[in-house]
Nanobody
Framework: QVQLVESGGGLVQAGGSLRLSCVAS????????MGWFRQAPGKERAFVAA????????YYADSVKGRFTISRDNAKNTVLLQMNSLKPEDTAFYYC???????????????????????WGQGTQVTVSS
C-alpha cells in the first residue's frame, strides 16, 4: 500500500522560505504523478504544484509560479516543495498526493484536481506571519 509522509512545515515570516518533503513508499512501478495541495480553514483544497515521477514534468498554480519549486529525489522516493517569498495567504495545511497515472498526459490537466489523486499524506501545517 502506498504511504506518503510529509514534513517541513512550520512558522515563517512573510518573505521567508520553507521546504516541504514528502516521502513515498511503494511507488517504484508504473507511471506516477506527485502533487501538493493546500487547504486553509473554510476554504476548498487547492492545487499547488505537481510533478511527473518518471519524466520530471512540472506544473504550478498561477498563485505560486516563480516562488515555489517542485522537484524529486528518485533515490529517496521523495518529492520536495521549495517555497520562497512566502506570503500570509500561503498559510494552509499542505498535503502531498500521488496517483498511479500520468495526470499531465494528453494535456488533460487532471493534475489540477484533488479528485484525480488516489493517495494522500496526513499533511503539514504552514503558517506565514505578516
Amino acid at each position: 500500500q502506498v504511504q506518503l509522509v510529509e514534513s517541513g512545515g512550520g512558522l515563517v515570516q512573510a518573505g521567508g522560505s520553507l521546504r516541504l518533503s514528502c516521502v513515498a513508499s511503494d511507488l517504484t512501478f508504473g507511471t506516477y504523478t506527485m502533487g501538493w495541495f493546500r487547504q486553509a480553514p473554510g476554504k476548498e483544497r487547492a492545487f499547488v504544484a505537481a510533478i511527473n515521477w518518471s519524466f520530471g514534468s512540472t506544473y504550478y498554480a498561477d498563485s505560486v509560479k516563480g516562488r515555489f519549486t517542485i522537484s524529486r529525489d528518485n533515490a529517496k522516493n521523495t518529492v520536495l516543495l521549495q517555497m520562497n517569498s512566502l506570503k500570509p495567504e500561503d498559510t494552509a495545511f499542505y498535503y502531498c498526493a500521488a496517483d498511479r497515472h500520468n495526470l499531465g498526459g494528453g494535456n488533460s490537466g487532471r493534475y489540477y484536481y484533488a479528485t484525480s489523486y488516489t493517495y494522500w499524506g496526513q499533511g503539514t501545517q504552514v503558517t506565514v506571519s505578516s
